[in-house]
């Protein structure tokens, strides 16, 4: 039975209906009052065999997959995480701006994809050497944010820069300390960017150090 093609906020999950076959779209129904679950970025080939790729829900699964039908392999798509650090030298922050889309040009702190073979901690502490050439001593957990609609996982600690050296990059055209007053809040890169600062600034002033998690909304256009 052909499905009604919506297009709405969620769309992607249209596609899925579209693409499904009936035991997927009776899951999909099913799930349907959860934000978009296991929302897929579009695949065509099998990566381990070169195949076209079958959108399906694999036995036992709940949610549709690209599966391939010639090698089995079951194409997962799970969230990225994005680890980085506020690294701060006395009582300034170091921050840098973004020399790379997304958000050329607006302030951000360290941070990037966090790379196989590597903890949270040493992702992070590589991010600021990467993109501000800092060596970091890092510390607490400070934010962990869930970017939904994006897929991501952001994950942000706290860091004591071991010299007061930094510098710029080809991913940072300009780097630099600045006090709280100073940091420039309308010009800040992404909603995490933003909630990892006014964390870091509201426990210091609290004498604590705790985590903080939120979920990001998408920022308006
Ligand atoms: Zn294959």
């Known amino acids: 039975m052909p499905l009604p093609r919506e297009r709405s906020p969620r769309a992607g999950m249209a596609e899925l209906v579209d693409a499904a076959d009936s035991k997927s779209v009776a899951l999909i129904r099913r799930v349907g ?12 080939f099998c990566s381990n065999c070169g195949s076209r790729l079958v959108l ?8 549709p997959r690209y599966v391939c039908e010639n090698c089995g392999t079951i194409h997962y798509q799970n969230p990225k995480i994005v680890v980085g650090c506020v690294p701060v030298y006395e009582d300034r922050i170091l921050i840098c ?8 040009g607006f302030w951000t702190i360290c941070g990037g994809f966090m790379e196989n073979g590597e903890t949270l901690e040493e992702g992070a502490a590589r991010e ?6 800092v060596d970091v001593e890092i510390g607490s957990l400070l934010v962990i944010a869930n970017i939904r609609h994006a897929h991501q996982i952001h994950v942000f600690f706290r860091a004591r820069m071991r010299t007061a050296h930094f510098g710029i990059t080809h991913e940072s055209p300009e780097v630099k300390l600045v006090t709280e007053d100073e940091i420039p809040w309308g010009e800040l890169a992404f909603p995490s960017t933003e909630f990892a600062l006014r964390s870091l600034i509201a426990d210091r002033r609290a004498g604590v150090e705790r985590h903080h998690i939120a979920e990001m909304q998408r920022r308006p256009a």
């Open 128 to 133: 600021a050497l990467e993109e501000a050439q």
């Open 97 to 104: 701006k973004r020399g790379i889309e997304p958000r050329l």
């Open 56 to 63: 399906k829900v694999p036995q036992d699964d709940f949610l």
């Open 33 to 44: 009052s959860i934000p978009s679950p296991g929302t897929t970025q579009s695949m065509n």
